[in-house]
């Protein structure tokens, strides 16, 4: 099983990248922070079924934490994600260093409206405009046909689809549905600061989710699904950032007749938030 390259540098990436594009090989990337988990090889498993070549990147991107957050903690280990990257065939990663992608004197950050207000954006004013921006410069440098983003970021990958058309970006933005631990725990590289009694709890965060879209589905009043989503959560020791359901397309509170929608919710445990979120069919 032979290692894929490694390039840090745009001048690499763009050098690697040419001769499979004059090939009329297509690319694929998967953007991640590293720290990899089964969740963003299912990701890699996407970009191989839509593109000879695929290229990850990892950047711990200092924009989207806030100076409170885990930047300095956030979980790194690159070689045993260069193992899982090389089981997993993928032909090439990219792994700039912060100066890298954030040369000296830089002054251009990429700001998404729309479905970047509230939510995420309520406890996290900062995260977005830090995602949009390296996302943006990602697409830029690598300029994949597609790139694979997973819906465990469900709000995400509402800015990142909305910046890819506003911008006219030439990639195909794909989804890869969340993948989950056999007791429904939505995977995460935040996972990793679980405590044991914690983790044995946060299994009700995708419990209440579940069980609430059910009702929802239903035909339960979606306030009560909601309130009672927010008991279970609670009841089991987290505190709620928010339990929404929302518009799946717009991130709007309306949500609109034959359009589908989604619940989500974010909420902290011992110390680590944890965000989930599912889909709700329509109503009609
Ligand atoms: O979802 C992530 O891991 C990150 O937000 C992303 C998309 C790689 C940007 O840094």
């Known amino acids: 099983m032979s290692r894929p390259a490694v390039v840090t540098t745009v001048a690499d990436l763009r050098a690697h ?67 899982k990257l090389a089981a997993a065939g993928v032909d090439l990663v990219f792994a700039p260093e912060a100066g890298e992608m954030y040369p000296e004197g830089e002054a251009t950050v990429v700001t998404v409206g729309g479905p970047s207000a509230g939510l995420e954006s309520d406890a996290r004013p900062h995260f977005f405009a830090g995602v949009a921006t390296v996302v943006t410069k990602l697409l830029i440098q690598c300029a994949p046909d597609v790139a694979i983003f997973g819906e465990k970021d469900f709000q995400q990958l509402a800015v990142i689809r909305t910046l890819t058309r506003d911008l006219a970006l030439p990639t195909e933005i794909v989804a890869g549905a969340t993948m989950r631990e056999p007791d429904g725990l939505a995977m995460s590289s935040r996972n990793l600061y679980l405590g044991k009694e914690d983790r044995r709890r946060a299994t009700a965060l995708s419990a209440a989710l579940a069980a609430a879209g059910e009702a929802i589905e239903d035909g339960a009043p979606a306030d009560a699904a909601l309130i009672s989503a927010r ?38 445990i011992g110390g680590v938030r944890l965000i989930d979120n599912i889909a709700v069919a329509a109503v009609e």
């Open 231 to 268: 008991r279970a959560i609670e009841a089991a020791g987290f505190t709620i950032d928010y339990v929404e359901l929302r518009d799946a397309e717009t991130l709007s509170a309306s949500t609109r007749p034959g359009k589908p929608r989604r619940l989500l919710a974010a909420a902290r």
């Open 17 to 83: 990248l040419k001769p499979w594009r004059q090939a009329g090989e297509r690319i694929a990337l998967v953007p991640t922070m590293g720290a990899l988990h089964a969740g963003h090889i299912s990701l890699v498993q996407i970009g191989h079924a839509r593109a000879e070549r695929v290229v990850t990147s990892i950047f711990v991107n200092p924009k989207q934490f806030a100076p409170t957050e885990d930047l300095a903690t956030y979980p790194r280990d690159f070689d045993g994600d260069l193992e």
